[in-house]
């Protein structure tokens, strides 16, 4: 599972669609990003101020490194 997949199901629970808003991106860029593209460092703070903005709890490390109990 790619890092940012691991985020928009697991910690946001949205779809790519829903993530791409929440983003300021494309649907079309989400799924690159999750095909091995890194999003830029402009769209991963705006990954971690919409999660900011919703109350939940953050760490940029997941956008490296997914967790184990979830890398399956």
């Not at 928009?8 to 079309?28: D, I, N, P, W, Y």
């Not at 989400?30 to 402009?42: C, H, I, N, Y």
């Not at 709890?57 to 184990?68: C, H, I, Q, Y």
Request: aromatic share 10%; charged share 20%; glycine share 4%.
């Amino acid at each position: 599972m790619s890092v940012i997949r691991h985020i928009r199901c697991h910690v946001f629970k949205a779809t790519q669609a829903e993530f791409a808003v929440l983003a300021g991106v494309s649907q079309a860029s989400v799924s690159r990003w999750e095909t091995g593209v890194a999003p830029s460092l402009d769209d991963m703070r705006a990954i971690r101020e919409a999660a900011a903005a919703r109350g939940i709890e953050w760490n940029d490390a997941w956008f490296f490194e997914v967790p184990s109990e979830t890398a399956a």
